[in-house]
């Protein structure tokens, strides 16, 4: 038996080990927040109408000085800032479902543009826009219906004493299939303006983004966030496997529950006002476990790594073409789709399952 | 000052099982069983594949929910117990443990001390002196800031049983704890489980695979076969030719191990047989 002495050191080591990975943390926080910053900027600055900086920060500001500047606060605060603030609170709405999903089905592949929760929003949102001729709040919210009543379904239907992961993954994609089956065929019956229509929605836009969906999906985002906090233990112990949480006394059927429901709340918000973006859910999770290394506790700088690739690509989808604006899940998908190739190949490498 | 891991559970704690009824859906797998397990004893469930001997370690640590009997542990009726209440006295190492992709070794032991903290009550410097504690009794003292992944499987599995000791239980449950072990990590986890026994008072309840080094280590054999408990003492008291026939089918000659005088199983089968079978 070692003598007590050695413990206290040895504690020290730990308490040394602790420290550098909460310092490791906080850099990845405050990196990702400086891209964010970054990428904010250039949102605000870059357009038809370059503005200067000077301009930006008088407009942002003039709600509070009262100055004004007609034309110029009408492409800042009318235009830009609307969609650049969609496009953050979007993006880490889709980043913090996204690592929400994996942590809890300890699955770096199950995320809710996976296994058909944005599927199941999708097909609710084609359906009222080809046969109820909806449009506007009313499709947000038949999104909204749609991922909240698949994600039922998925639980349901993956229920077997208690949910398991790997069903919950199965079923999902199960789902999904099903899914994009009846979009199909919704789409054989449509008439092709709607068509265009629904296929506009369904690949992600900003465009049109105004400042009330802006202050709604941040409201929402803040009160989730507010719920997640004292779930954030319970995530940590999902980690270890059901077995070991419920051990370690965690209530790991309760915990899962919300933690998805939160999950799917976030989800199915974002995907009512911006349509699916596609890939951000499944990427910020990985992309921030990559940059935090050792360093646990994903969720906050996922949430963040979805703000700055939704922002960006957005800029990009802007930008990048002379004369066209793309829909912004264009280069999301394009990077994603990249990226999931990437992230298959690296597992199979490691010959961990993905 | 008290720094010794160990004086805060004065108190034995008592587990035990009353005509338990365990399974999954429809299979039945332990059928009214009743035990109880003798505090700071090094307890070994040996038996076949199949058995239920795994299945009766996960009841005990109230991972599987009776469809009648129950389980008690210090007198409660554990499945009214609140569950952070229950991980405060037994901690369980599950048979493959799943952990965090690159997470360091420090990290995934200071997780043992989950039910001892809240909302509230985060980490404190009493937290990292346990977890140097539970390093330095499980010798991984200079492994705590290196990847779980990039150790073998020897280190791995001490780390692991780091990690429960962390949870500063005096009951501790472990599955097959020596499973993907060569023969000396084998015997150096068992080691260690003695130690734990004998120096610090825990009470231990293993799943053992190695019918020998379970009557070497065992302070108390359960054997068991079709979700029964067929024989239960000191393996010198129950080991025989009859009972090895009981439980694995097999026909076996028990000798003195000559380094424990404990019972030692050398089997029979149809080659190599320099003596007749009796």
């Not at chain 1, 606060?73 to 980043?95: C, E, K, N, Q, S």
Request: net charge neutral.
């Amino acid at each position: 038996m070692p003598n007590p002495q050695d413990f206290i050191d040895i504690g020290a080591d730990v308490a040394g080990i602790r420290e550098a990975l909460a310092r490791r943390r906080w850099l990845v926080i405050i990196g990702l927040g400086g891209l964010l910053v970054i990428a904010f900027g250039a949102a605000m600055i870059l357009g038809d109408y370059p503005m200067s900086i000077d301009n930006v920060v008088r407009s942002l500001l003039s709600p509070l000085t009262g100055e004004t500047q007609k034309g110029i606060d009408f492409i800042v605060l009318g235009l830009r800032l609307p969609r650049a603030m969609v496009a953050v609170f979007a993006g880490m709405a889709f980043g913090i479902s996204g690592a929400l999903f994996q942590n809890v089905l300890r699955n770096p592949l199950a995320s809710p543009d996976i296994i058909g929760i944005s599927a199941g929003a999708g097909t609710a949102a084609v359906a009222a826009i080809l046969l109820l001729h909806w449009g506007g709040g009313m499709l947000a919210l038949a999104a909204l219906g749609g991922a909240l009543l698949t994600a039922a379904a998925i639980y349901l239907l993956a229920w077997h004493q208690g949910v398991s992961p790997y069903r919950v993954v199965l079923v999902g994609i199960g789902i999904a299939a099903v899914m994009a089956a009846i979009m199909s065929f919704l789409f054989t019956r449509a008439r092709l303006v709607e068509v265009q229509q629904a296929v506009t929605w369904l690949t992600g836009s900003l465009n049109g983004a105004r400042m009330s969906d802006a202050l709604q999906l941040g409201l929402e985002l803040a009160i989730i966030s507010i719920v997640l906090v004292p779930l954030s233990r319970a995530a940590g112990a999902l980690e270890l496997g059901d077995d070991k949480a419920r051990a370690l006394g965690s209530g790991v059927e309760r915990a899962r529950f919300l933690l998805l429901g939160a999950g799917v709340a976030l989800c199915a918000l974002a995907t009512a006002v911006t349509g699916p973006i596609a890939f951000v859910a499944l990427m910020s999770g990985p992309v921030s476990r990559l940059l935090l290394g050792p360093a646990g506790g994903a969720i906050v700088p996922a949430a963040m790594t979805g703000a700055v690739i939704t922002l960006s690509a957005d800029i990009i989808a802007q930008h990048s073409l002379p004369g066209v604006q793309l829909p912004v899940g264009v280069v999301t998908g394009g990077i994603g789709a990249a990226f999931l190739i990437l992230m298959l190949i690296a597992a199979n490498r490691t010959g961990r399952t993905a | 000052m008290n720094v010794l891991a160990f004086d805060r559970t004065t108190a034995p704690p008592q587990l035990s099982a009353e005509g338990l009824h365990l399974g999954y859906r429809d299979r039945k797998i332990i059928h009214d069983l009743s035990v109880s397990i003798p505090p700071h004893k090094l307890t070994v469930i040996v038996g076949a594949n199949a058995c239920g001997k795994s299945t009766l370690l996960r009841g005990l640590a109230r991972l599987l929910a009776p469809s009648a009997g129950s389980v008690y542990l210090d007198g409660r009726s554990i499945h009214q117990m609140p569950t952070k209440a229950v991980a405060q006295k037994m901690g369980l190492l599950p048979q493959t443990p799943v952990a965090p992709q690159s997470i360091l070794v420090a990290d995934l032991v200071g997780r043992g001390r989950y039910p001892h903290q809240g909302w509230f009550r985060r980490w404190t410097r009493d937290d990292d002196r346990v977890v140097g504690e539970a390093l330095a009794l499980t010798g991984v003292a200079d492994l705590g800031g290196r990847a779980l992944d990039e150790l073998s499987g020897g280190q791995r599995q001490r780390v692991w049983i780091a990690m429960a000791l962390a949870q500063e239980t005096g009951l501790l449950l472990l599955d097959e704890p020596t499973t993907f072990l060569d023969i000396a990590h084998q015997v150096e986890v068992l080691d260690l489980l003695t130690d734990l026994t004998r120096h610090q008072g825990r009470t231990i309840v293993a799943v053992l695979h190695d019918l020998n080094l379970a009557c070497r280590y065992a302070d108390n054999l359960i054997a068991m076969k079709d979700g029964r408990i067929i024989a239960e003492g000191a393996p010198r008291e129950i080991v025989g030719p009859d009972l090895v026939r009981q439980v694995f089918g097999l026909t076996a000659r028990i000798v003195t191990d000559p380094v424990s005088q404990t019972p030692m199983v050398v089997p029979m089968g149809r080659h190599h047989m320099a003596v007749a079978a009796e």
